[in-house]
């Protein structure tokens, strides 16, 4: 029986949930002892005929169900079925049906959420505001508007009350995924607590527009070194967790060749374009765009510039993470076996013991398998399918970040293949990858660093000029001295100060209270003459200063802990 320290507050929703579930056959998920009387009633009396249920297979139960559910669990639909090396073919296929659009939300109810988030109306915002939506989806919908001065954008608006529902919808899936991974070995497997858990974080992010703002704004930084390639500008005064701000794009998807070959727009240049970004954004900088597929990015026909659009889909990848993951595809392009799987339990999380001869012969076979033709033919996604599968079968499993960059890599390879069917995908991705590292360790870029710490010298002057003055009285003088501080640096040595204070006193005190027995068993062997009888009140005097002493220091030593900790 499912049961949660945190139990969901909102009980109505819960009921909503577990009554879907029954009626799709999958309430076992979801059991809770509250619900255990009207199981049966439930099974018998709610939704879908069980013979209709029954003629479904179980990844449309689970699609429909999702669908029926709503916005938070289509978007975990999605998420999941981006886990391609995890999940069977005919899960995939059903799962890559979710569509999370809905009708869009009355206009007066969009209205009274700008008013409230932005303090004014959109009449008095903009020069004009569009009431009927561009587009509409779960958790917000996009109008076009004009700014005062002239300028085309988009508005995007937080559906009234979703936050609320999604955050409800989430806490259910935590009780559901604790209580499968308590209960079911390949829910431990499929790390499903963390699957649902970085989903939750996801998603908690793209309910903060703010957060699509500021990673719009630093792509835009990643790609500036791309000629181009940009994403839109942002109207940060016109940004609020609700309301989003951005510059309208007049574009056509990537994938659209047909307005392509109309704008005469060369496409097998673009595909290398657009390779490049997504080599730079993934392998060199480690700040990527996680769902490049076609509707997310748009070609402007006029200039043939590629602009990545919806940023609330984003992820890093370490350092570490970027040359493992370099390396591997550098060893699959060796066709290395024993490095790809070296690398590959590196990168990995391992659930059960991995026998790495044995992967690395079924690694060995597959590379055999796929890459014995040119690289021309070679289906760089297929490949990278199969080898997660691989793994995963042996008891590897990727990290969330890496599984969405790998995702980018495989949606990289479909719209570049549409734009130039015959591009080599690894051979035009080692060569950018090697090209773009050459540029960040080249002299220019090393200039340009040198640059960047001349203006910050520069901006530094009038200290650094009162410093100078200083340090030539100093020597005029002939009494010169130097003062190097750094708060963090001047932190530590203080604390290591008061660390080496504190050993020494200990020390000291624990001499004195050896030394002081010492004394007074010396001092009671004595006859009561005189000098036993000094002696005697010397080593008391002594024994009670130091246990008072250490007292005192085990006392500021608990003081000092609850200070910190509270």
């Known amino acids: 029986m499912l049961r949660s320290r945190n139990p969901v507050r909102n009980v109505q929703r819960y009921w909503e949930v577990q009554t879907t ?3 799709y056959g999958l309430g076992f998920l979801v059991d809770r002892e509250e ?38 669990y289509v978007k975990l639909g999605q998420v999941v079925s981006s886990q391609s090396y995890i999940l069977p073919e005919e899960w995939l296929v059903e799962l890559r049906k979710l569509q999370n659009e809905v009708d869009p939300a009355p206009y007066a109810d969009i209205r009274q959420v700008i008013v409230d988030e932005l303090g004014a109306s959109p009449e008095t915002l903009f020069l004009s505001f569009e009431e009927r939506p561009l587009a509409a989806a779960s958790i917000g919908q996009v109008h076009r508007a004009v700014l005062r001065d002239g300028t085309p954008v988009v508005v995007k608006v937080q559906r009234p009350g979703i936050k609320p529902k999604i955050e409800e919808d989430l806490a259910i899936m935590h009780e559901v995924a604790r209580f499968l991974a308590r209960t079911t070995t390949w829910a431990r497997n499929y790390d499903v607590v963390g699957i649902v858990e970085k989903f939750g974080e996801g998603l908690s992010e793209e309910l903060d527009y703010t957060v699509e703002a500021r990673y719009a704004d630093r792509l835009r930084e990643v790609l500036r070194a791309d000629e181009g390639v940009r994403t839109p500008r942002v109207y940060w005064d016109l940004i609020t967790a609700r309301v989003l701000t951005m510059e309208f794009i007049a574009g056509v998807k990537i994938s659209n060749v047909a307005a392509l070959d109309a704008a005469d727009v060369n496409q097998p240049a673009l595909a ?51 040359a493992d993951l370099s390396g591997l595809m550098v ?36 590379i055999d398998r ?12 297929e490949v990278v399918a199969q080898l997660l599968q691989a793994l995963f079968a042996n008891g590897i499993r990727l990290s969330a970040e890496l599984t969405l960059a790998v995702k980018a890599l495989v949606q990289m390879e479909q719209i570049s293949r549409t734009l130039n069917p015959a591009i080599s995908i690894g051979s035009v991705a080692a060569s950018a990858a090697g090209e773009l590292l050459q540029q960040r360790l080249s002299v220019d870029a090393a200039l340009g660093s040198l640059r960047e710490a001349a203006l910050e010298l520069a901006s530094l002057g009038p200290d650094l000029r009162d410093a100078a003055a200083a340090v030539l009285e100093q020597l005029k003088s002939g009494r010169p001295t130097v003062s190097l501080e750094s708060p963090a640096l001047l932190s530590e040595l203080a604390r290591l100060d008061d ?19 010492i004394t007074l068993r010396a001092a009671l062997s004595r006859e009561r003459d005189r000098l036993g ?10 024994f ?15 003081w000092d802990a609850w200070r910190k900790h509270g």
């Open 272 to 322: 290398d374009r657009f390779i490049r970004a997504m080599v730079r954004q993934i392998l060199i900088e480690g700040l990527f765009h996680a769902d490049p597929h076609p509707g997310n990015v748009f070609v402007i026909p006029a200039t043939a510039e590629i602009v990545f659009l919806d940023t609330g889909m984003m992820d890093r990848l370490s350092a570490d993470q970027r």
């Open 331 to 366: 060893a699959l392009n060796q066709r290395d076996a024993a490095g790809v799987v070296r690398i590959a339990i590196r990168l990995g999380q391992t659930f059960k013991p991995v026998d790495q001869r044995r992967l690395t012969r079924i690694t060995a076979r597959m």
């Open 21 to 23: 579930f029954l009626r």
């Open 35 to 72: 619900l255990a009387r009207v199981r049966p009633f439930l099974t018998r009396g709610l939704g879908r005929p069980a013979a209709e249920v029954a003629a479904l297979s179980l990844p449309e139960r689970v699609r429909l169900l999702l669908q029926e559910l709503g916005p938070t």
């Open 533 to 542: 009888s000094v002696v005697g009140y010397a080593g008391a005097a002594s």
């Open 544 to 558: 009670a200063l130091s246990m008072l002493g250490g007292t005192a220091l085990v006392g500021q030593a608990l």
């Open 499 to 517: 660390i080496a204070n504190r050993a020494t006193i200990s020390l000291t005190l624990t001499g004195m209270t050896i030394g002081s027995a």
């Open 370 to 381: 796929y890459l014995s033709s040119s690289l021309e033919d070679v289906p760089f996604g």
